[in-house]
C-alpha cells in the first residue's frame, strides 16, 4: 500500500470536501490521474496560486485575489445600497442572479448564544461603521430565515434603527413550489407576506 500512500492522502483531503464523500472523492482522483495533462496538472497550478493570492476584502469580507474587491472599487456599484448577507457563497449566489447592482457586506456567521458568537466575532462593528462613512441609503438585509438569521437581522435592524433604510429579503412559496411540500414556516410566512393582485 505503501506505493499508494500520496493518492491515498489526496482522496482523504478531497472527501473532507463539502459535497465529496469518500466515494465520490475516489472516483474524482481517479477522473484527474486519466486526465493528468488536462485537469490535473493545470488544478494543481491553479490551486497553488490560488492558496498564495486568495484573500478576503477588508471593506466588505468577499473573497478574492486584492485588499479591496472589485465590486468595492467599483463606482457603478457606488448606489447607496448594501446587501448584508451572511457568508461569502451567499453574496455569489446573489450575484449569479444578477439582480442586485449595489455593493455587499459579508457577516462571517450570525449570532449565536449557543456557539458564543456574539457582535465582535462577526463584521457587525464593522457594518455600522460603513453605514455613517460611505453614504448608505438602504440596508438589505438577505440573511438565511433560521432562528439565527433571524436573529442577527433584528439585532442589525436595532443598530441602524432610523440611520437607514432597512429591508429584508421576501420569504415564502420559491417560484415552481407546491403547497404540500413546503413546511409550516414557509407556509407562515408566505401568508404574512401576501400581497394585492
Not at 5 to 30: F, H, N, Q, T, Y
Not at 37 to 44: F, G, N, R
Not at 79 to 107: P, T
Amino acid at each position: 500500500m505503501s506505493s499508494t500512500r500520496e493518492i491515498d492522502a489526496l482522496i482523504d483531503m478531497m472527501a473532507k470536501l463539502p459535497g465529496l464523500g469518500p466515494r465520490s472523492a475516489r472516483r474524482a482522483v481517479l477522473h484527474l490521474i486519466r486526465k493528468r495533462a488536462l485537469l490535473l496538472t493545470p488544478l494543481a497550478d491553479l490551486m497553488q496560486t490560488v492558496a498564495v493570492t486568495a484573500r478576503e476584502c477588508l471593506n466588505c469580507g468577499n473573497v478574492g485575489t486584492s485588499d479591496i474587491c472589485d465590486i468595492c472599487t467599483s463606482e457603478k456599484r457606488a448606489n447607496g445600497e448594501l446587501c448584508v448577507v451572511e457568508d461569502v457563497a451567499d453574496l455569489w449566489a446573489m450575484e449569479r442572479s444578477g439582480v442586485f447592482k449595489g455593493r455587499y457586506h459579508v457577516l462571517g456567521g450570525t449570532l449565536s448564544a449557543l456557539d458564543a458568537i456574539g457582535p465582535q466575532e462577526l463584521r457587525i462593528p464593522r457594518l455600522i461603521d460603513r453605514v455613517s462613512t460611505e453614504n448608505i441609503t438602504e440596508v438589505i438585509l438577505a440573511l438565511n430565515a433560521t432562528i439565527d438569521g433571524q436573529t442577527t437581522a433584528h439585532y442589525i435592524a436595532d443598530q441602524l434603527d432610523g440611520q437607514v433604510t432597512l429591508t429584508s429579503l421576501a420569504q415564502g412559496v420559491p417560484i415552481g413550489g407546491e403547497l404540500d411540500y413546503l413546511d409550516d414556516g414557509t407556509i407562515t410566512a408566505a401568508m404574512r407576506a401576501r400581497k394585492s393582485l
